[in-house]
């Protein structure tokens, strides 16, 4: 086994990679492939690669981040939505030895990938990652929507129509290229975490840099698309992600409060699916984490993991000190609705005071609740 920064890893390391995830039994996740690890690479300096050999030849990779006293996580942690091990190789590793040799005193993953037996194991939560497959063509998909969730569908493109009237002809496109448009999405985005009480992701300079970097990404299993609706030739919704040849992962999502009456965001989503199976894609995954419009899109669900894998020792006890306790306190709300719901009144309200300040040019208040 060898450590190396992502830019180390030379071409061949790279093929390698991507020959065997296209070998792997697992959705085509564009997080999971080797550009995602480079770019994070490029924003952040605690990236790793630990590179598995096998007879002498490279078998595996585990991307990775190592911060103090050796606490380790997934590589672009907060904003990675699949992580784990590549290659089949993990199935003879050592958990133990693996994190011995790569420094850590423990691993922390929140989007482990269904089928990583090594790490699974150690996994203290499974969540529901919710998928919309248009293997079978969009119409088959609308079909089988307009039998779920015929109210839902029936309202959405109404409003479409309602839109295209009232604020002009309405536009897709799948992959826009326009940087203003990326710009504006992530106004947009800060706006809304901020508005439901939750911390600012493009706030800090590495995920802003990494979503420009991955915007310029053209590889066949690792893609960045900005999708944009626009009506009456303005932008009224915009969804940022990564595709691979066979899923589209779905990121930051957003739309203009302005124009909130028309639900641009779930017409934004309709015309993504039906854009992507003319594309080739079959699936969309639209990532962990309940939602209405997910419920209501969904054709069904993949298992993800979130947990830590730890080595006995200092940093182990640091790890569960830090990290545990908070863990557990969201794991407590989410599983009990009334308490969530009322967590998330209070998140919003949180919101308007701090958006209120900020715009009377008091500080803002400081941190909350991750998520997408």
Same mark, same amino acid.
């Given at each position: 086994?060898?450590?190396?920064?992502?830019?180390?890893?030379?071409?061949?390391?790279?093929?390698?990679?991507?020959?065997?995830?296209?070998?792997?039994?697992?959705?085509?996740?564009?997080?999971?492939?080797?550009?995602?690890?480079?770019?994070?690479?490029?924003?952040?300096?605690?990236?790793?690669?630990?590179?598995?050999?096998?007879?002498?030849?490279?078998?595996?990779?585990?991307?990775?981040?190592?911060?103090?006293?050796?606490?380790?996580?997934?590589?672009?942690?907060?904003?990675?939505?699949?992580?784990?091990?590549?290659?089949?190789?993990?199935?003879?590793?050592?958990?133990?030895?693996?994190?011995?040799?790569?420094?850590?005193?423990?691993?922390?993953?929140?989007?482990?990938?269904?089928?990583?037996?090594?790490?699974?194991?150690?996994?203290?939560?499974?969540?529901?990652?919710?998928?919309?497959?248009?293997?079978?063509?969009?119409?088959?998909?609308?079909?089988?929507?307009?039998?779920?969730?015929?109210?839902?569908?029936?309202?959405?493109?109404?409003?479409?129509?309602?839109?295209?009237?009232?604020?002009?002809?309405?536009?897709?496109?799948?992959?826009?290229?326009? !940087?203003? @448009?990326? =710009?504006? *999405?992530?106004?947009?985005?800060?706006?809304?975490? &901020? /508005?439901?009480?939750?911390?600012? +992701?493009?706030?800090?300079?590495?995920?802003?840099?990494?979503?420009?970097?991955?915007?310029?990404?053209?590889?066949?299993?690792?893609?960045?698309?900005?999708?944009?609706?626009?009506?009456?030739?303005?932008?009224?919704?915009?969804?940022?992600?990564?595709?691979?040849?066979?899923?589209?992962?779905?990121?930051?999502?957003?739309?203009?409060?302005?124009?909130?009456?028309?639900?641009?965001?779930?017409?934004?989503?309709?015309?993504?699916?039906?854009?992507?199976?003319?594309?080739?894609?079959?699936?969309?995954?639209?990532?962990?984490?309940?939602?209405?419009?997910?419920?209501?899109?969904?054709?069904?669900?993949?298992?993800?993991?979130?947990?830590?894998?730890?080595? !006995?020792? @200092?940093? =182990?006890? *640091?790890?569960?000190?830090?990290?545990?306790?908070? &863990? /557990?306190?969201?794991?407590?709300? +989410?599983?009990?609705?009334?308490?969530?719901?009322?967590?998330?009144?209070?998140?919003?309200?949180?919101?308007?005071?701090?958006?209120?300040?900020?715009?009377?040019?008091?500080?803002?208040?400081?941190?909350?609740?991750?998520?997408?």
């Amino acid at each position: 086994m060898r450590v190396v920064r992502p830019g180390d890893l030379s071409a061949g390391h790279l093929e390698i990679w991507r020959e065997l995830r296209a070998k792997a039994q697992t959705p085509e996740n564009p997080f999971m492939e080797p550009e995602f690890t480079l770019a994070v690479g490029r924003v952040r300096s605690s990236a790793r690669v630990a590179v598995l050999y096998d007879g002498g030849e490279p078998a595996g990779f585990f991307p990775y981040e190592r911060g103090a006293l050796g606490r380790g996580r997934a590589i672009g942690f907060g904003v990675s939505d699949r992580q784990g091990v590549i290659g089949s190789h993990q199935l003879a590793l050592a958990r133990g030895e693996l994190m011995r040799r790569c420094g850590l005193s423990a691993w922390e993953f929140d989007n482990l990938e269904a089928g990583q037996s090594l790490f699974v194991p150690d996994a203290a939560a499974e969540y529901a990652s919710f998928v919309i497959d248009v293997g079978a063509g969009y119409a088959a998909y609308e079909a089988a929507l307009r039998l779920r969730s015929p109210k839902f569908l029936r309202t959405t493109t109404a409003k479409e129509r309602r839109l295209g009237r009232q604020a002009g002809e309405v536009r897709f496109v799948f992959d826009e290229r326009d !940087p203003a @448009a990326l =710009a504006r *999405l992530m106004e947009w985005k800060s706006a809304q975490y &901020r /508005r439901t009480g939750r911390r600012d +992701r493009f706030a800090k300079d590495w995920i802003a840099s990494l979503v420009h970097q991955l915007a310029h990404t053209r590889a066949p299993g690792c893609s960045g698309v900005l999708s944009v609706l626009y009506a009456g030739g303005r932008p009224v919704a915009a969804h940022f992600g990564l595709r691979s040849r066979t899923l589209l992962a779905c990121w930051f999502p957003a739309y203009d409060p302005e124009f909130a009456k028309y639900s641009p965001g779930l017409v934004m989503h309709l015309r993504m699916a039906e854009a992507a199976a003319a594309a080739g894609i079959g699936t969309l995954d639209l990532g962990r984490g309940a939602a209405e419009y997910k419920d209501a899109l969904k054709t069904g669900e993949i298992p993800v993991y979130e947990g830590a894998y730890t080595r !006995p020792g @200092a940093g =182990a006890v *640091l790890h569960w000190i830090g990290r545990e306790p908070s &863990r /557990r306190a969201h794991g407590f709300v +989410r599983e009990r609705p009334r308490l969530a719901a009322f967590a998330q009144r209070g998140l919003k309200r949180a919101g308007r005071v701090r958006d209120g300040w900020s715009r009377e040019g008091r500080p803002r208040t400081g941190g909350q609740p991750t998520g997408k």
